[in-house]
């Protein structure tokens, strides 16, 4: 049984960091598609860095940012940097059994597993 548990999110000021991870347990499909997703109170849940064997995927708007990288035990990470406002949302880890397709960030049901979400609040 595939498990997701994210963990490290805060409050935290702008400008400041914050390292995300996700710990996966069960998960042991290679080459396929993990990612970071959030979802901002009033909004729909957005993704914002995905990863599959070695390529890295981002959202523009965390674009230079944000850099999603995975252990050799499947586990994701999402490192923060120059966090803003406007990224303040609960934060989910995603996963599913084949590699990222076009247009992933806006497709949640492509992804079959997901964890039950941080909360990152970034205040000015």
């Known amino acids: 049984q595939v498990q997701l548990v994210e963990s490290g999110g805060g409050s935290v000021q702008t400008g400041a960091s914050l390292r995300l991870s996700c710990a996966a347990s069960g998960y042991t499909y290679s080459s396929a598609c993990m990612g970071w997703f959030r979802q901002a109170p009033g909004k729909e849940r957005e993704g914002v860095a995905a990863?599959?064997?070695?390529?890295r995927y981002y959202d523009h708007s965390v674009q230079g940012r944000f850099t999603i990288s995975q252990d050799n035990a499947k586990n994701l990470y999402l490192q923060m940097t120059s966090l803003q406002p406007e990224d303040t949302a609960t934060y989910y880890c995603?996963?599913?059994?084949?590699?990222?397709?076009?247009?992933?960030?806006?497709?949640?049901?492509?992804?079959?597993?997901w964890g039950q979400g941080t909360q990152v609040t970034v205040s000015s």
């Open positions: 990863i599959d064997t070695a390529t």
């Open positions: 995603a996963a599913d059994r084949g590699r990222c397709p076009a247009g992933w960030a806006h497709l949640l049901s492509f992804f079959y597993y």
